[in-house]
Each structure stands twice: as structure tokens, then as C-alpha cells.
């Protein structure tokens, strides 16, 4: 088991403009500034993927990953099973963009993912009295 630390949602910005990317069109948030939170950075690069969906093995997992995603907050940590770690970081590894200056800047979601190998249970046990007050360890 691993531990994924929700990051900051990401606003996009116009790399050439430096202004804020707004949604259009048909879009339910039309004329507001785009912003990517963990899960729907997870939607569209990850769970989106045909090498996560392959058979009925995947699409539970694409399931599971989307409902334990989809109320996590900034700073909470998301459970994540080694074998969907694996998956995960193998499409990461593999994915390519139309504008890599535009996916430069969900660097934040690919941080944090990486930084996921380094959470354990060890590490979890370690936050958890970190964050009990007026206790000790």
C-alpha cells in the first residue's frame, strides 16, 4: 500500500499571454478560469487511458480510483493499492501531450505521484502522530 498526498489544484495559464485559461463553450463552468484538482488530473491523463482499462481487472480499478479520488481534499492522503501505483506510473511514464508547455504546469500532479513511492505505511504511521496534538511519539 501507498500514499498519494492531494497536491493544490492547478490553475492553467496562457503561456503566451501568462493570462488565466478560461472554459468555453458548452462547458458546465464556461467563462471561469480552468483549474485541475488531483482527480481530474486523474481523470483526463490516467483513468482516461487504455492501458488502465484493459479487461474487467481494469475497469474496477478505474472505478475504485475514481471514487476514492473524487471527494479527497488538498493534504488528505488517498490509499493506493501497489498494483494500481504501478499501472499509474507506467501510463505516466508513457504519456505524451499536445502542448508539453501546457502539462509543465500540472508538474505538481506528477510530483506527487512520484513522491507516492516513498509513502509506505511506515510513513503513513509517522503523519498520523505528526498530526494528533499534545501527543508524542
Known amino acids: ?3 498519494f498526498v ?3 489544484p492547478v ?9 488565466p485559461m478560461m472554459y468555453s463553450g458548452d462547458h458546465p463552468s464556461a467563462g471561469s478560469p480552468v483549474e485541475i484538482t488531483a482527480h481530474r488530473f486523474l481523470l483526463d491523463n490516467i483513468l482516461s487511458s487504455k492501458e488502465i482499462g484493459k479487461g474487467v481487472e481494469g475497469v474496477r480499478r478505474v ?3 475514481d471514487m476514492v479520488f ?3 481534499k488538498v493534504g488528505d492522503l488517498v ?3 501497489d ?3 504501478a499501472v499509474v506510473m507506467k501510463i505516466i511514464g508513457e504519456m505524451e501531450f499536445a502542448s508539453p508547455l501546457h502539462a509543465a504546469q500540472l508538474l505538481p500532479f506528477f510530483d506527487a505521484w512520484e513522491e507516492t513511492a516513498k509513502h509506505d505505511e511506515k510513513w503513513k504511521r509517522e503523519q498520523t502522530l505528526k ?3 499534545g501527543e508524542t511519539a
Open 1 to 3: 500500500m501507498k500514499y
Open 6 to 8: 492531494v497536491p493544490e
Open 11 to 19: 490553475k492553467l495559464v496562457n503561456t503566451l499571454t501568462k493570462q
Open 63 to 65: 472505478r475504485k480510483m
Open 70 to 72: 473524487e471527494d479527497a
Open 79 to 81: 490509499c493506493v493499492e
Open 83 to 85: 498494483a494500481d501505483y
Open 131 to 133: 498530526s494528533i496534538p
